[in-house]
């Protein structure tokens, strides 16, 4: 997998850290205030009806996919790393 990629092409179930928001002044503004901001957590809890369903934050978004494809995110690195 990419080191940096749209949400959008982010598995199901897979959690991630957000790079940057690459919007314009206002959506970014908004996408800030919803909690998508660098270096947060989120988690793609999946698709339905063309929409993103995500966690970020504790709080549940659905986000399209063109609102989605501005947030750059960088894979959890350890997920899926059995550990002991």
Excluded: H, W
């Excluded at 919803?34 to 934050?57: A, D, H």
């Excluded at 609102?67 to 959890?76: H, L």
């Amino acid at each position: 997998m990419p080191a940096q990629m749209p949400l959008t092409m982010l598995p199901k179930g897979k959690g991630c850290r957000i790079r940057e928001v690459r919007a314009g002044k206002e959506l970014k503004r908004r996408l800030i205030e919803m909690g998508f901001t660098p270096s947060s957590s989120i988690r793609l809890i999946g698709c339905e009806r063309g929409n993103l369903l995500i966690n970020v934050n504790g709080a549940r978004y659905a986000l399209g996919r063109g609102m989605a494809m501005k947030i750059m995110v960088e894979p959890d690195s350890f997920e899926g790393v059995e550990l002991g």
